[in-house]
Each structure stands twice: as C-alpha cells, then as structure tokens.
C-alpha cells in the first residue's frame, strides 16, 4: 500500500516488525513488551536511550534542553503551554486550524497578541511578521501547517522565548531549532503512534509565572520525575525510539531532509505541469510534509480515486475543512510511493 495519511501515518516496515516481536517477546525476556511495569530496567534504558536521541538528532544542547514523552497528544500541549509559560501576554503567530486552537487554549490563561496572521489568504502563505515587542511572555508559532500544506522556511527572531509546534515537520528536515526554547510535537507525523506528544524544553524558561500548577500539567514535575511522574505509555515510547533510531541509521535529519525535498520537488513538479490541477499554498512557502491540491472539475475526482484505487494509493483525502486532497510525504513514505501516486496522475491526465 501507498499511505499518504496525514496522520496518524506510514512508518517504517522494520519499526512494525520490531514492535511486533517486543509484543510478543521482549529482547528474550520473555515478557511482552506490554506487561513490563515503568520502572522496569528494560524501560528505565527504553526512555533513556530516546529522550537522548531525541535531542541528539537535532543537535541541542543536553545541559539545556530535556526531553519529555507527554500524554495527551500535541492538543493538551495548546493548554500546558500557557498554564507553564503565559504570565500576562503571549504572541501567537495564526496560520490555520492547528494554531487558532492554540490560540482558544492560551486565552485561557492571560492576554493573547496576534504577531501575524494569514487568515486574510484563507492560510495559503505564511505571514509577515511584526516582533518588535520584547515584552512577551513568549512567541508560539506552527512551523508547518498541515492542513493547508504551508511551511515556515525560517525560525521568526525574537528576544523572547519561542515556542513551536512541530507535529507535522519535526525530525523532517534541518532547521535552527537551538533557537526555539520549547518545542512539542503529537508523535504521530514523524516520531510514533498516536497517544503521545514529545515535547524538547529548554529548562531556563519554567517556572516563571507564580502560578500553581496542576502536578500532571506541570513540565517542571515531569522533569524532576525524570519522566516517570506516572505510569508511562511503554509500547508507545519504545515504538518512538524504534522510529528514532531508524532515522539515526538513514543518517538522521541531514539524510531524511535530502530524501523529503525530492519526494515534494518530484510531486509539486508533476502537479504545477497538469493544467486540471491547483495546488493550495502559495509558492515560497510550500510545505514538504503536506502537498494540498484539488482539481479544477469536480468531476476529475471520481476517476482519481479509481485510478488511486487500483494503484493501491490510499489516504489521500484533503481535511475536511477544506477537501480536496492532500499528499502526505513524510519521513517513512518512501519515494516509490510517490512515483507511483506520479504515474496515476500521467494515467488521470489522459482520461481528463
Ligand atoms: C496533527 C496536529 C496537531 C494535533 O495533534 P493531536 O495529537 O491530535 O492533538 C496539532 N498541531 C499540528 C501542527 C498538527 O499537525
């Protein structure tokens, strides 16, 4: 099958194998991976290992940033994000669905500043930004939008703590991530199974707010638990590294970027050629993750999906706020795929 999912995804054949195997028998333990308790050896080493190469595959600093696998998904991080960081006002940059819901959440806690907006293009661009105020508790930002297959090309400067949600292009591709101070991400688009968030935190930042916070919701009780404060999602974490050192063995984020842009350069190519197609974003800030496109006749769209159909290319549908379509190239899509996908639209071409 050719799995264009937005997520959850396709992840790596040997990642399914493996979890598979620790499901059945851990490492000739005996034991399932799903019976082992948390504060188990084998999973003491499991969260090891993977808040380590969490941070290693990005290149950040260790004496600064720790890592954390939440639960709760990147949507509980819309709200821990405020509750840990928000004291009085908070820049949020709006460039679809994903961040307007972090937006609602952060209200929650104090004053929200809009630093750029794209509603105005119904989310095909990435705004402009106005960050000369130095008084705000942070700035938050949604690297690449997933909806609408937008994509900032940079990280914004600000002399503020920057926070970003990455779910959908963390570990895809280089970027100066030592430059965000909190970065989350569901780890369902490029890192595991649904269920989780990971979050990368630069400690400097917490406990600034003199506010009390709920211990579950609190990141500073996390880290002082050293990721245990309660039962943790075992397989879940385990799977995440599996995936993680997958990507260390492709030659981390370096190699996967290279491998990420052609799959996109060969897609958007073939898409701008096919005069029945539009895609959705503006051109410079086209996403690598997310290609959104639609046809300009409804009609095109029942043979599409025939034609999807028989080359087994599935999950293509677009989001249901906007429909259409949506390609999904992430890390594990190999670019086989995306040939294949390629070729049903050369087929398409020709009933059209
Ligand atoms: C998918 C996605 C989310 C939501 O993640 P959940 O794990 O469902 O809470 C948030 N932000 C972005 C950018 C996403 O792509």
Redesign the pocket.
């Known amino acids: 099958m050719h799995n264009f999912s937005a997520?959850p995804c396709v992840l790596p054949r040997e990642v399914y194998q493996q979890a598979a195997q620790a499901v059945l028998d851990y490492q000739g333990s005996g034991l399932s991976i799903l019976e082992i308790s948390h504060r188990s050896d084998d999973f003491l080493s499991i969260l090891a290992e993977a808040r380590s190469l969490a941070l290693d595959l990005l290149h950040l600093d260790k004496s600064k940033y720790k890592t954390l696998f939440m639960q709760g998904?990147?949507?509980l991080e819309f709200l821990r994000v405020p509750y840990n960081l928000l004291k009085t006002e908070a820049g949020y940059i709006d460039t679809g669905v994903?961040s307007s819901k972090a937006i609602a959440q952060a209200e929650l806690f104090g004053k929200v500043r809009l630093m750029g907006s794209s509603k105005i293009t119904q989310y095909r661009t990435i705004p402009e930004l106005v960050l000369e105020n130095s008084s705000l508790d942070y700035l938050h930002f949604?690297s690449?939008?997933?909806i609408y297959g937008t994509q900032f090309n940079e990280v914004p400067k600000v002399n503020v703590p920057l926070v970003c949600?990455m779910?959908?292009d963390i570990y895809s591709r280089t970027f100066d991530y030592s430059k965000i101070d909190l970065i989350y991400a569901?780890v369902?688009?490029n890192i595991g199974p649904?269920g989780l968030?990971m979050v990368l935190v630069n400690e400097s930042i917490l406990g600034k707010t003199n506010r009390v916070i709920p211990n579950i919701l609190d990141y500073n009780e996390h880290l002082k638990t050293d990721n245990l404060y309660h039962t943790a999602n075992v397989f879940g974490v385990y799977s995440c590294l599996l995936n993680l050192r997958w990507l260390q063995n492709q030659g981390g984020v370096e190699a996967i970027e290279k491998r990420n842009e052609s799959k996109a350069k060969l897609l958007y190519e073939t898409l701008d050629t096919l005069d029945f197609v539009e895609t959705y974003s503006d051109m410079n800030c086209r996403s690598n993750m997310n290609v959104v496109f639609h046809f300009n006749n409804k009609s095109i769209d029942a043979m599409f999906d025939d034609l999807c159909k028989e080359a087994s290319v599935v999950n293509l549908k677009g989001h249901r706020t906007l429909g259409g379509y949506r390609a999904s190239l992430y890390n594990a899509l190999d670019i086989e795929s995306v040939h294949v996908l390629i070729e049903v639209l050369n087929q398409l071409e020709k009933q059209v």
């Open positions: 997520g998904s990147a949507s994903w949604t690449n939008n997933t949600d779910s959908s569901g369902q688009k649904a968030s």
